[in-house]
């Protein structure tokens, strides 16, 4: 077994666990290109995006439309990017650094 194979068991294992705590009742699971949980307003839990799928021509737009949610708190501010995710030449290019890059990156554009 290889590296990219234990990745891989890692990755699909968290993505079961956020969407069966998504099925709680206070909480929310958003579906597309970014997904995440958060819980509804005036609970508690965990508000972090897990999964992103974007094309690479479209992606830099994409998230572009996607700050003004992030902005408003209707996104979560917390992105965990697993290598899975797309457009892969993003995440390769900086490897396991990836996830805090992201969030680095969209802290300082809508927060500068």
């Known amino acids: 077994m290889n590296h990219d194979y234990y990745?891989?068991?890692?990755?699909?294992?968290?993505?079961?666990y956020l969407h069966t705590l998504a099925l709680?009742?206070?909480?929310?699971?958003?579906?597309?290109?970014?997904e995440w949980i958060s819980p509804l307003p005036g609970f508690d839990g965990p508000s972090l995006v897990f999964k992103v799928s974007l094309e690479e021509d479209t992606?830099?737009?994409?998230i572009d439309n996607l700050l003004p949610d992030l902005k408003t708190g209707?996104?979560?501010?917390?992105w965990f990017i697993p290598p899975s995710s797309k457009p892969a030449n993003h995440i390769t290019n900086f490897g396991f650094h990836a996830a805090s890059y992201l969030f680095i990156l969209l802290t300082w554009m809508v927060f500068p």
């Open 59 to 62: 992606a830099s737009e994409h």
């Open 24 to 34: 709680a009742k206070h909480m929310q699971y958003h579906q597309g290109e970014v």
């Open 7 to 16: 990745v891989n068991c890692i990755t699909q294992g968290m993505e079961k």
């Open 74 to 78: 209707a996104l979560p501010k917390i």
